[in-house]
């Protein structure tokens, strides 16, 4: 039930947004409509890490209660989490190309997400080179957590180079119209919505299959 | 003070095995000298390019030859069941840690030691600054790697497919770790001043700390018999 109202309301929101980015919001005065790449890629960012900190979270959870609820939650959320970097890393270039005149820089910030893209991604490949369950689910928590500390400090050593990056937010606020940051705010919204419904669901599948292969298991015993 | 006897313990059980068949450290000198090698042929080995490189190829080499070692470390367990039997020895999971760690550290600094005169004499580098600060960089980022290094390296163990696995989540990790130590030894390397070295000698520390720290608590969750 709460899926699906969930369900509901992210397709609501993220079709408004989609609305808002595409005919409501103008376009930008310099560099144009290849400008509005920029709400979807901002929201992306912004589901990654939110996704990379609750695999922290679902990790140190796990290791303290054992509940393998948590390592659902860790290994959906990190699939969720690698999916949006990935759309990061190629809106950004796409927007690069024409506003910098090239797809990629080692900035701080572009570096840093790469890093953090390889970082789950190997979260990943842990989770599917281990095959049984409570030994998957207790190092790609360790592996969750340690991952999620290195974050800062790779963001630190990177930072000493250049950033061209541009600084949207900054402690004056936001940096645009009032139009613009509207519509930022509500992708950033919607994105949030559609985080949390593939969660639920992921979530849901993933309970599914682990009740699956102790059904199997009962039965081969049997 | 018992904690570390034990530490002392499993790290002399692993550096006598190692006196003995001294298989580990020279094939881990040979893979340096091979990558050093490599490099060579990839770049001109007379020309300007490698002086700008030089500190990079120290580390590469020093980074892809430390990989074998540590895949070594936890693998070599596995014959005999060795490893059950020290993940269900009565001692706490950090003692393994540790000693693993030191062994790996003293593993590759030996390897180091020898590696970093050739490389200075292979491609005729004269260095401008203080050796002793450029030991004090090599030690340090050694020691960073040996302890990630050696956590995950006892976590990749008991993966279907460690040996591959290992540098593949290794890697992502050390890149603070990299980048503070291929610059700090760039600067060092030029003769560069104190204010120019001492922030990258910082981030090495801290990452060394952290990264000793945070695997040393989160062991027993790895090492769980």
Same mark, same amino acid.
Request: aromatic share 16%.
């Given at each position: ?32 409509? &290849? ?8 929201? @992306? +960012?912004?589901? $990654?890490?939110?996704? #990379?900190?609750? %695999?922290? =979270? ?71 080179? &281990? ?8 190092? @790609? +928590?360790?592996? $969750?957590?340690?991952? #999620?500390?290195? %974050?800062? =400090? ?69 | ?225």
């Amino acid at each position: 039930m709460v899926r699906k109202v969930l369900g509901w309301i992210t397709f609501v929101m993220v079709l408004t947004a989609t609305y808002l980015v595409f005919l409501w919001v103008p376009n930008e005065k310099v560099m144009g409509p &290849v400008q509005k790449i920029f709400y979807f890629h901002v929201a @992306s +960012a912004w589901i $990654g890490f939110l996704a #990379f900190f609750v %695999v922290f =979270i679902a990790g140190i959870a796990y290791l303290v209660t054992r509940n393998s609820f948590w390592d659902s939650v860790g290994a959906a959320s990190a699939e969720i989490g690698v999916m949006f970097t990935t759309i990061v890393l190629i809106t950004g270039p796409i927007w690069a190309r024409s506003a910098w005149n090239a797809w990629w820089t080692w900035d701080p910030r572009l570096t840093t997400t790469l890093v953090l893209w390889f970082i789950y991604v190997a979260y990943l490949l842990i989770r599917s080179s &281990v095959h049984e369950q409570e030994k998957k689910s207790r190092f @790609s +928590a360790v592996f $969750g957590i340690v991952g #999620f500390i290195d %974050v800062p =400090i790779v963001w630190f050593s990177i930072r000493w180079w250049r950033t061209i990056h541009p600084v949207v937010v900054d402690s004056s606020g936001l940096a645009m119209s009032s139009k613009m940051s509207f519509t930022l705010i509500f992708s950033v919204a919607a994105f949030t919505f559609l985080y949390f419904y593939l969660l639920s669901n992921s979530v849901f599948v993933e309970r599914m299959r682990s009740e699956l292969s102790e059904l199997k298991e009962a039965l081969l015993n049997r | 003070m018992r904690y570390f006897a034990q530490v002392r313990a499993l790290l002399w059980k692993d550096l006598v095995s190692e006196l003995r068949t001294k298989e580990m450290v020279s094939s881990m000198l040979i893979f340096s000298f091979l990558v050093t090698v490599v490099f060579s042929f990839a770049f001109e080995p007379d020309s300007d390019t490698i002086k700008q490189v030089f500190p990079g190829i120290i580390w590469a080499a020093f980074i892809f030859t430390g990989i074998l070692g540590l895949n070594r470390s936890f693998i070599n367990e596995k014959g005999n069941d060795c490893i059950m039997g020290l993940m269900s020895a009565a001692v706490d999971k950090g003692v393994i840690f540790l000693g693993k760690m030191t062994g790996n550290f003293i593993f590759m600094t030996v390897m180091e030691a020898i590696t970093l005169p050739v490389l200075f004499v292979l491609f005729d580098y004269r260095m401008k600054g203080s050796p002793i600060l450029l030991i004090i960089v090599v030690v340090l980022g050694t020691l960073g790697f040996a302890a990630i290094g050696t956590f995950l390296s006892a976590l990749s163990v008991n993966t279907s497919n460690s040996e591959v696995l290992l540098p593949i989540i290794l890697f992502p990790l050390i890149t603070p770790l990299l980048i503070a130590a291929v610059k700090a030894t760039a600067v060092i390397l030029a003769g560069g001043e104190f204010a120019e070295w001492s922030n990258w000698l910082t981030i090495l520390l801290a990452y060394d700390i952290i990264f000793t720290v945070i695997p040393w608590f989160l062991v027993d969750y790895v090492l769980e018999v």
